[in-house]
Nanobody, 123 residues
């Protein structure tokens, strides 16, 4: 059974950094693309970044380019999202999601989801 578990969220001041983790079980990252999405209260769930099964990174959302970095550790079967220079508008629940092989811009193309981890950027 495919399972994704996010961790690493919390409260951080503007300009600070956080690293989110997405631990996968029941499947190997070598066969799946993993994306990070985020959803702020009252807003749509938007894709932040994605990495294919071969480790190719897709384009980042314009709002996070130059500040966020997606990476993975195959041995740990875990995908990370390093978030630097955080802004209040980055406040959201962050989710990781999986689909076979390739990334997709469509949320509905991802078949497995984690429970989410909350990030609050506030002074």
């Amino acid at each position: 059974q495919l399972q994704l578990v996010e961790s690493g969220g919390g409260l951080v001041q503007p300009g600070g950094s956080l690293t989110l983790s997405c631990a996968a079980s029941g499947f190997t990252l070598k066969g799946y693309a993993i994306a990070w999405f985020r959803q702020a209260p009252g807003k749509e769930r938007d894709r932040v970044s994605c990495m294919t099964n071969t480790g190719v990174t897709s384009d980042y959302a314009d709002s996070v380019k130059g500040r966020f970095t997606i990476s993975r550790d195959i041995a740990k079967n875990t995908v990370y999202l390093l978030m630097n220079n955080l802004k209040p508008e980055d406040t959201a629940t962050y989710y990781c999601a999986a689909r076979r092989f390739l990334c997709s811009p469509r949320r509905t193309d991802f078949t497995s989801w984690g429970q989410g981890t909350q990030v609050i950027v506030s002074s």
